[in-house]
């Protein structure tokens, strides 16, 4: 089993920044691929990020390449999710996911894929 809980979430003005964190718990066998889904209202769940938790390969989806990464902080059992230039279309509920599976040569699109799902935090980006 894995526990998730993210953290930093809010309400921010188009072009400024957040810094999300996520804390895992559990096996860090069940946590090979870890990443970020976000859902806005009446939208399908959508990637945004993806890393292996060896070999420091990440993911990202087109919309969010350059303005978002993904990092972990192995310390603190933790991945963090940067975002910059923030758009009013990044409005979404932020879920951290993890998996035992390795997330593969590209970013992970399917949600049901992921077997350890946060409660998500809200991001909201007003123009």
């Known amino acids: 089993q894995v526990q998730a809980v993210e953290s930093g979430g809010g309400s921010v003005q188009a072009g400024g920044s957040l810094r999300l964190s996520c804390v895992l718990s559990?096996?860090?066998?069940?946590?090979?691929?870890i990443g970020w889904f976000r859902q806005a209202p009446g939208k399908e769940r959508e990637g945004v990020a993806a890393?292996?938790?060896?070999?420091?390969?990440?993911f990202y989806a087109d919309s969010v390449k350059g303005r978002f990464v993904i990092s972990l902080d192995h310390a603190k059992n933790a991945v963090l999710l940067q975002m910059n230039s923030l758009k009013p279309e990044d409005t979404a509920m932020y879920y951290c996911?993890?998996?035992?599976?390795?997330?593969?040569?590209?970013?992970?699109?399917?949600?049901?894929?992921?077997?350890?799902w946060g409660q998500g935090t809200q991001v909201t980006v007003s123009s």
């Open positions: 890393a292996n938790r060896v070999g420091g390969y990440t």
């Open positions: 559990g096996s860090i066998y069940n946590r090979n691929c």
């Open positions: 996911v993890a998996d035992p599976s390795w997330c593969g040569d590209s970013l992970p699109r399917r949600p049901d894929r992921f077997a350890y």
